[in-house]
């Protein structure tokens, strides 16, 4: 049609009322923003992230601004009682409590921080690999998981921490052998389910290469099920942290971590029980606040929760 021959008279605008023109119902917002709008409607799991964070803080900030050590020993007040100097009280050699505690958090936090980092890098790449390419890729991939999973992890930790000296990398090394292997098999189960959506497809089409789709479109919808993953994960670190240093086999004196507190405050329960209550405190509020958040952002982020 010759647009020369249109008659722009033969049209007007037309006038729509202010109350007829389309409107958006709810404000714009983001996956994140929408989550976090419905944790806060979680008032255990809001109590559990404020106590995790003075968790936290006390574990970064106490030994620091405290005039004790967690290695300076005071023999004459060996199993002292809490009081105003020595808040939760000194152990068998007089060393400050308030101060082995914290640093004992610290470093039980630090090392499942990092075993968790090191599941999540290893276990999100592996899963996403085996299930995009899938085919004897995939096959080959899960044989290599079932073997690991075959083999119980407590005896492949403790076979490795015999092995090699004990230390905080040793730790984080045993607990990084298999931890990663539930994190892969959870992240594959999603991206087969992800792998033939449009969007994907559309990527393959257009030329995107596997790495960019696995990065950009496959590993950004799984991010709930690797967020409530990882919030799992470090409670269990800590744990098994814990129970390998109670028994002897990790860390060990004049090292603190709350398993090796624990370990002394068992030996003298009866006497002073101080010296074991309150490393056992702490590491049950790490649990059980990691446990309760952890179930708050499942339920924050499931889009099917989303009104």
Not at 221 to 247: H, K
Not at 248 to 254: H, T, Y
Not at 255 to 280: C, D, E, K, T, W
């Amino acid at each position: 049609m010759d647009k020369s021959k249109i008659d722009r008279s033969m049209y007007q605008k037309a006038k729509v009322e202010a109350s007829e023109k389309e409107h958006i119902a709810a404000p714009a917002s983001t996956m994140l923003a929408d989550a976090w709008i419905r944790l806060k409607k979680n008032k255990a799991a809001v109590v559990a992230l404020f106590i995790l964070v003075a968790i936290i803080l006390l574990a970064i900030f106490a030994p620091i601004f405290s005039k004790y050590s967690f290695r300076d020993t005071d023999y004459n007040n060996v199993y002292g009682l809490p009081s105003a100097a020595h808040i939760f009280g000194a152990d068998q050699f007089g060393r400050d409590l308030w101060v082995r505690t914290w640093m004992g958090t610290r470093i039980s936090l630090m090392i499942a921080l990092v075993a968790a980092i090191l599941d999540l890098v290893v276990g999100v790449l592996y899963g996403a690999v085996s299930a995009l390419f899938g085919g004897k890729v995939d096959a080959v991939m899960q044989r290599i998981i079932e073997v690991l999973v075959g083999i119980p992890s407590l005896i492949i930790v403790i076979l490795f921490l015999m092995a090699f000296p004990a230390g905080v990398g040793t730790i984080i090394a045993a607990l990084s052998i298999t931890g990663w292997v539930n994190m892969a098999r959870l992240v594959r189960a999603e991206i087969l389910k992800l792998k033939n959506q449009e969007f994907v497809l559309a990527s393959q089409v257009l030329g995107t290469s596997k790495f960019n789709i696995i990065m950009k479109d496959l590993i950004p919808n799984t991010v709930s099920v690797i967020v409530i993953n990882v919030m799992f994960t470090i409670p269990s670190a800590i744990f098994t942290e814990a129970f390998l240093s109670f028994i002897g086999i990790g860390l060990a004196e004049p090292q603190a971590s709350l398993g090796v507190l624990i370990n002394g405050g068992y030996q003298v329960l009866r006497m002073y029980p101080h010296v074991l209550v309150f490393p056992a405190i702490v590491i049950v509020l790490i649990m059980v606040c990691f446990s309760i958040l952890g179930d708050g952002l499942r339920d924050a982020l499931d889009p099917q929760m989303r009104k």
